[in-house]
């Protein structure tokens, strides 16, 4: 083997150097090479995946991703449609909308001014809070600014703000609501074009006659209203008069309309960016025609109004050939709370007195000719039931004991009948039930007692007391001034049922829905009741309630209520006209002010029906 050259320098060694094998001349391992490229391959695959799952997620997932961003950034504005106008029989407007101008802020161009406030607010409080306070300094000065302007100083609502902005925030706030002409065009000339403070137009409910009919109109009250999102868009809420009551709140899906929309696009901080597009106009809600007439509707208030010491009390008036109420009014409540009625209850008095003569003349127990004695009062019981004339009237019939309001005939005529026979014909007349108004909220608490009703009411055995009071219509017996209308009415065609409505109804029956019920009585019999009805009003004690020309058929009524500063009274009158071909029919029920005040119906509520059936008749003769 050849000697190492001594000037190849890779040859050469340091002395005492060990020399380390040269790996390049060494064999290669034969397990190597397939491990490498094993490894290749799988760095291959691992790649082909990872661009396989780059290319579903960008490619793949596309329309979710933009179904997503469109999610985030675009959303779905509802714009109020006007409420439809609600008008009487005669196409007056009662209800309707009318452009009010108010000083409005735009959040969305706030919201750096809202940053700034909150990053220099000093340490302390809720840090929760602290956002929701911010917002209310800067909204503040932005109404201080305004209310300088046009000399009006004013707080805002912290709470009101803070629904806005969480619920409604792409709305602009109101600062000022309703300004006069002056005030809107002296900040009109204030704001700069691009100042976040605006006057803006708007349409509110207007009523042109002021309170008249407000227990029947209700009312409205703006807040937020949800709407049902559509499928891959954002709804966001809107803000708009919803009915709180009356016929506002029962025909509110015929008065809200159809509210219009438009897509948006928000900012991070859901705010607007740019100009709506794809926007539907509203659609206005359809007007509605009432029942009821204005001239009687103001007679009927203006003479509950002049009732002596402005009593609380209600009346109606009702069509009897169609059960349309012509007038309803409640005294007093203001903006069409508690309606006195459908919801006020009252033990009807001497106005039931046709009725318990009804369930004497229909069971064979009275003859119109069959004359009672009164003495000026009956014992019964061991207990004496005084008449309201002390002396006596001495022998009467049916006509002459109508006329004059004998309690102790009706006493007589009640004992015969009997208690069940009494309210057998209350309840014919349903006055043990709802009238089915389309009002909302009528009271379904009026009672028809009867002897099981006082003993499963845990009250007692029912007594001849009991029967002597229910005779006259005071004891348990409660109903409504709409039930006793309907009921006169129903008795004016000689049937017992009538459904009443608010809404025009040309050519309904008055029953509505419902057959007619007759009222089953010979024709010698009802003559007899109601030319006895008719001397209430001709010759007897109802007097007050006389229209010149047109014949009426009335009755009196004076009960007892129980309040907490004693027994007070409450008059009532109950009437139809004209008397051969009854057009229209009335009640009404007024309580005394005080506790042994002299409150009578002959007195205090027939005055009042003179007025409402003057007020019809003024505007049609009698046929």
């Excluded at 409080?125 to 100083?153: K, M, T």
């Excluded at 008095?349 to 064979?364: E, N």
């Amino acid at each position: 083997m050849p000697s190492p050259s001594p000037n190849d320098p890779d040859q050469r060694a340091c002395p005492g150097e060990t020399r380390l094998p040269d790996a390049a001349a060494d064999p290669p391992d034969p397990a190597t090479g397939p491990r490498l490229r094993r490894l290749w391959r799988a760095v291959q695959g691992l790649l082909v995946l990872l661009l396989a799952a780059l290319a579903y997620w960008q490619l793949g997932r596309a329309g979710e991703y933009e179904a997503r961003d469109r999610r985030q950034s675009l959303r779905r504005v509802m714009i109020p449609a006007p409420r439809g106008e609600i008008r009487d029989r005669d196409g007056r407007v009662l209800a309707g909308n009318r452009s009010r101008i108010d000083a409005v802020v735009d959040l969305g161009m706030l919201r750096g001014a809202f940053a700034r406030e909150l990053a220099a607010a000093p340490p302390g409080g809720s840090v929760a809070a602290a956002p929701a306070r911010a917002r209310l300094a800067v909204v503040q000065r932005e109404l201080d600014r305004v209310g300088a302007v046009i000399d009006r100083p004013g707080r805002v609502d912290a709470a009101r703000l803070e629904r806005h902005f969480a619920r409604a925030r792409t709305q602009p706030f109101v600062l000022v609501e309703d300004l006069a002409p002056r005030e809107a065009e002296r900040l009109a000339a204030a704001l700069a074009a691009a100042d976040p403070v605006r006057v803006a137009a708007t349409h509110r409910r207007f009523l042109p006659h002021g309170r008249t009919a407000e227990h029947v109109l209700g009312r409205v009250r703006t807040e937020t209203i949800r709407t049902p999102a559509r499928p891959g868009l954002v709804t966001l809420n809107y803000t708009g008069d919803v009915g709180e009551s009356g016929l506002e709140r029962a025909l509110e899906p015929v008065l809200r309309g159809r509210p219009g929309e438009a897509t948006i696009r928000v900012d991070a901080w859901g705010f607007p960016v740019g100009e709506p597009f794809e926007r539907r106009e509203p659609e206005p809600g359809a007007a509605v025609t009432l029942s009821l007439d204005l001239e009687v509707q103001v007679a009927t208030e203006r003479a509950l109004d002049a009732t002596a010491g402005g009593p609380r009390g209600a009346a109606v008036a009702l069509a009897v050939e169609t059960g349309e109420v012509l007038a309803l009014a409640s005294r007093p409540e203001p903006g069409g709370g508690f309606n006195r009625a459908t919801q006020g209850l009252y033990a009807p008095g001497s106005v039931f007195k046709p009725f318990t003569l009804l369930a004497g003349l229909r069971g064979g127990t009275l003859q119109p000719q069959m004359e009672r004695e009164c003495g000026g009062s009956l014992e019964v019981g061991g207990r004496r039931f005084a008449c309201h004339h002390a002396a006596g009237h001495g022998a009467l019939a049916l006509r002459h004991a109508l006329a004059r309001s004998c309690n102790v005939y009706a006493y007589r005529v009640g004992l015969a009948a009997g208690p069940e026979a009494l309210a057998s014909e209350a309840r014919r007349f349903h006055l043990g039930e709802p009238t089915g108004i389309d009002l909302p909220f009528e009271t379904r608490r009026m009672l028809v007692p009867d002897p099981a009703w006082k003993e499963a009411a845990g009250r007692g055995r029912w007594t001849a007391g009991d029967t002597v009071n229910l005779a006259i219509g005071q004891g348990f017996l409660r109903c409504s001034p709409l039930q006793l209308a309907c009921a006169v009415a129903s008795l004016a065609r000689r049937e017992t049922l009538t459904v009443p409505t608010l809404r025009r109804s040309p050519g309904r029956r008055p029953s509505g829905e419902r057959p007619a019920e007759p009222l089953g009585l010979a024709d010698a019999d009802y003559a007899a009741l109601i030319a006895g009805l008719q001397d209430v009003v001709r010759i007897g004690i109802g007097q007050s309630a006389q229209v010149p020309g047109v014949s009426i058929a009335g009755k009196t009524g004076t009960a007892q209520v129980e309040g907490a500063e004693g027994m007070t009274n409450v008059a009532w009158f109950v009437a139809f006209a004209p008397v051969d071909r009854p057009e229209v029919a009335v009640a009404v029920a007024l309580e005394g002010g005080r506790p042994g005040e002299e409150f009578a119906g002959a007195e205090q509520a027939a005055p009042v029906v003179r007025e409402m059936l003057a007020a019809y008749f003024g505007k049609r003769a009698p046929r």
